[in-house]
C-alpha cells in the first residue's frame, strides 16, 4: 500500500508537470491565434459568462475588485487537481489518463471556438496543448520508478529461510540419525534495485521538475512577448492628448472634508474601481482603432483615431457607480474625464425617430445597452480618450471608452469600445440584460459613512461622523445623519462639484457612553433617498448605510 500511494504521488507530479507544459503550450499559441484564445483564458471567460447573478453577486460582494484574481487562482487550483488526477490515471492505465487530457483540450477548444472575438482558428492553441500535454505526461510516466515488492515478513509458526544463491557455498552435511535442527539463516546485504530504484526516482523528478520550469518560461513568454501588447503600450506612452475645446470648471474650494479616514474627492486612476467581464484587458491599437455608428440612421459613419484626437474634446467631472455596488460600498469613484459628446457623432449619423436605445460593443464584443436619451441630451456623455490628464489607463478601456453621467456603468460605461448600434430596446438586448439585470439602470441617490468605522475607538464628547453622498446627472442637496433612533439632524454639505458628481458631507456629534448606530441619508432633488433594504439586483441597492460604534 505504501509503494502504490508513493506512486501516485509520484504520478500526480507527473500530470501537474504534464499540465504546466500544456498550459505553457497554449499561451505560446495563443499569440498567433489572439490573446482570447488562450485555453485558460477562454474556459475562464465562458465560465463568467454562464455564472448565474446570485453567484455573480457574491463574487463582487466578497472579493470586490479582486474578483478576477480569484477566478484565475481557482481555475488554475481546479487544472492543477486535474493535473494530478490525470497523472494518478495514467500511471494506473495510459488510456485513462489520455482520455482526460484530451477531454480536457477538447472542453478548452469548444470554448475558444464560442467567443464572439475569436476566429476560425480559435481551436488550434487548444488542440496543440493537448497534444503537447499528451506527449510530456507519456514520457513522465514512462519514467516512473518501478514499484518495489516488499519482502514478505516471516511469522512465528513458518520462520523465513534465507534464500540461497548459487554463487553462496554451502557447508557440507554429515549424515544424521533423527531430528537435526536447522541451520541459521546465513546474513545478506541489501539487494542492488534499492540504489537503482532511488535512481530512477532522482532521474523521474529531475525530468519532471525540467517539465515544469519549461511550461512556466512558456506561459511567461506567452503573456509577456505579445506584439499587440507591446505596440499598444507604447502608442499610449507617446501620446499627449490634446488641450479640450472646453474644460472642466475649476474644483470648488472646499470639496474635500478634511477628516483623517476621508476618501479623496478626486479618485486617482490607480484607485479607480475596476468591474468588468475581461480577464485579460483588451489591447487595441489606437492607429487601428475605429468606430462604426450604424443601425437606425440616416448616415451610417466611422470615426477614426486621428479625427477624434482633432475633435473638440471636452472635460468633465464624472462621478461612475457599478450596478453591484452594495449599501456602503466602495465601487465608485469621481474623475476628470476628456472626451467627445456622444451627441455630436449621433448628430451626424441622424438616428431615427423610432429608436431608442444605443447598442454598444467593445473589441472583446461585450455590449451594452443605453438609453438613446442619455447621450443626446445635454449630459456630458463623452467617448472618452483621458482620465486625470492622462490618456485612459490599459485596464480602464484604453484607447476609448463610454462614459455616461447618470447611469450604472453596465448600461453605458463601455471599454474598448467599437461599435455603437442605434436601435430600439425591443429590438435588442446587451450582456447584463440578458443575465436578468434592469434595461435602462439609472444610478439611486445613496450615501455612506466613510468615518468613524466600527472598528475606530471613540471617546465621549464630539466625534466627527463624515462620508460621501451621490445623485449622478441630479445632485445632491442634503444629508442628515440619525444616531439609534433619534431624530434625523442635517450634516454640512462639502463643495458641490457639479451635479454629475459625488458630494462630501460632514457632521459633528456629542457622543455619549455606550454602544450607537450611526445611520445618514442624502436627498436629491425629488426627496430623500429610500430607505428600504434592496438588493443590487437586478437595477441597484437601495437603504441606508449603518455603522454600530462603541463610545468608551
Known amino acids: 500500500?505504501?509503494?502504490?500511494?508513493?506512486?501516485?504521488?509520484?504520478a500526480a507530479l507527473a500530470g501537474l508537470a504534464a499540465g504546466a507544459v500544456t498550459v505553457g503550450v497554449g499561451s505560446l499559441v495563443s499569440l498567433l491565434t489572439g490573446a482570447s484564445t488562450n485555453p485558460v483564458t477562454a474556459v475562464g471567460a465562458t465560465f463568467v459568462d454562464a455564472t448565474p447573478m446570485w453567484l455573480k453577486e457574491f463574487a463582487t460582494s466578497t472579493f470586490g475588485t479582486a474578483d478576477k484574481l480569484v477566478l484565475g487562482i481557482g481555475e488554475l487550483v481546479v487544472l492543477g487537481l486535474l493535473a494530478a488526477l490525470a497523472g494518478v490515471l495514467a500511471a494506473r492505465h495510459w488510456g485513462w489518463g489520455a482520455t482526460l487530457v484530451v477531454l480536457l483540450a477538447a472542453a478548452s477548444g469548444i470554448a475558444a471556438m464560442s467567443r464572439p472575438d475569436t476566429g476560425t482558428l480559435a481551436a488550434v492553441p487548444s488542440v496543440a496543448a493537448g497534444i503537447a500535454g499528451l506527449i510530456t505526461l507519456r514520457l513522465l510516466i514512462d519514467r516512473l520508478p518501478a514499484e518495489t515488492p516488499a519482502a514478505p515478513r516471516p511469522t512465528a509458526e513458518a520462520p523465513a529461510a534465507a534464500p540461497v544463491s548459487a554463487e553462496t557455498p554451502t557447508e557440507p552435511t554429515a549424515p544424521t540419525?533423527?531430528?537435526?535442527?536447522?541451520?541459521?539463516?546465513?546474513?545478506?546485504?541489501?539487494?542492488?534495485?534499492?540504489?537503482?530504484?532511488?535512481?530512477?526516482?532522482?532521474?523521474?523528478?529531475?525530468?519532471?521538475?525540467?517539465?515544469?520550469a519549461l511550461g512556466v518560461v512558456f506561459t511567461?513568454?506567452?503573456?509577456?512577448?505579445?506584439?499587440s501588447a507591446r505596440a499598444t503600450r507604447a502608442a499610449r506612452a507617446a501620446l499627449h492628448l490634446p488641450a479640450p475645446a472646453v474644460t472642466a470648471p475649476p474644483v470648488p474650494d472646499g470639496v474635500q472634508v478634511q477628516t483623517p479616514g476621508m476618501e479623496p474627492w478626486l479618485t486617482p486612476a490607480a484607485d479607480f474601481y475596476r468591474i468588468d467581464t475581461a480577464l485579460v484587458v483588451p489591447q487595441v491599437n489606437?492607429?487601428?482603432?475605429?468606430?462604426?455608428?450604424?443601425?437606425?440612421?440616416?448616415?451610417?459613419?466611422?470615426?477614426?483615431?486621428?479625427?477624434?484626437?482633432?475633435s473638440e474634446l471636452v472635460e468633465a467631472w464624472v462621478t461612475l457607480c457599478c450596478v453591484s455596488n452594495p449599501v456602503g460600498g466602495d465601487l465608485i469613484g469621481n474623475t476628470r474625464w476628456l472626451g467627445l459628446p456622444i451627441r455630436e457623432l449621433l448628430a451626424r449619423a441622424k438616428p431615427h425617430a423610432d429608436a431608442d436605445m444605443v447598442l454598444s460593443?467593445?473589441?472583446?464584443?461585450?455590449t451594452a445597452s443605453t438609453p438613446i436619451e442619455a447621450l443626446t441630451d445635454d449630459r456630458n456623455a463623452l467617448l472618452a480618450i483621458g482620465m486625470n490628464g492622462e490618456p485612459l489607463p490599459l485596464e480602464h478601456g484604453f484607447p476609448v471608452r463610454m462614459v455616461v453621467p447618470g447611469l450604472y456603468g453596465y448600461v453605458s460605461a463601455t471599454k474598448w469600445v467599437v461599435d455603437l448600434e442605434v436601435t430600439r430596446f425591443a429590438d435588442a438586448t446587451a450582456y447584463w440584460t440578458e443575465r436578468g439585470w434592469s434595461e435602462k439602470g439609472p444610478i439611486k441617490t445613496q450615501s455612506r459613512i466613510s468615518v468613524p468605522r466600527t472598528s475606530d475607538p471613540l471617546l465621549v464628547g464630539e466625534?466627527?461622523?463624515?462620508?460621501?453622498?451621490?445623485?449622478?446627472?441630479?445632485?445632491?442637496?442634503?444629508?442628515?445623519?440619525?444616531?439609534?433612533?433619534?431624530?434625523?439632524?442635517?450634516?454640512?454639505?462639502?463643495?458641490?462639484?457639479?451635479?454629475?458628481?459625488?458630494?462630501?458631507?460632514?457632521?459633528?456629534w456629542q457622543a455619549d457612553a455606550g454602544r450607537h448606530v450611526l445611520r445618514v441619508r442624502a436627498f436629491d432633488p425629488n426627496g430623500p433617498q429610500s430607505g428600504q433594504q434592496v438588493d443590487v439586483a437586478p437595477d441597484g441597492a437601495e437603504g441606508y448605510d449603518e455603522v454600530e460604534v462603541s463610545v468608551a
Open 1 to 10: 500500500m505504501s509503494a502504490r500511494r508513493t506512486r501516485d504521488g509520484l
Open 177 to 212: 540419525v533423527g531430528w537435526t535442527a536447522p541451520l541459521p539463516p546465513t546474513p545478506t546485504t541489501p539487494s542492488a534495485p534499492a540504489a537503482s530504484s532511488t535512481t530512477d526516482r532522482r532521474t523521474f523528478l529531475q525530468a519532471t521538475a525540467a517539465a515544469a
Open 220 to 227: 511567461f513568454v506567452g503573456r509577456a512577448v505579445s506584439s
Open 286 to 310: 489606437p492607429d487601428s482603432w475605429s468606430l462604426r455608428v450604424h443601425g437606425l440612421v440616416e448616415q451610417e459613419v466611422v470615426l477614426t483615431w486621428a479625427e477624434l484626437l482633432a
Open 361 to 366: 460593443k467593445s473589441s472583446d464584443s461585450f
Open 463 to 508: 466625534v466627527v461622523v463624515a462620508g460621501t453622498a451621490w445623485a449622478q446627472h441630479r445632485g445632491v442637496d442634503r444629508v442628515q445623519v440619525r444616531v439609534d433612533d433619534g431624530p434625523w439632524q442635517d450634516a454640512t454639505l462639502a463643495g458641490d462639484g457639479g451635479i454629475d458628481s459625488w458630494r462630501q458631507w460632514s457632521w459633528r
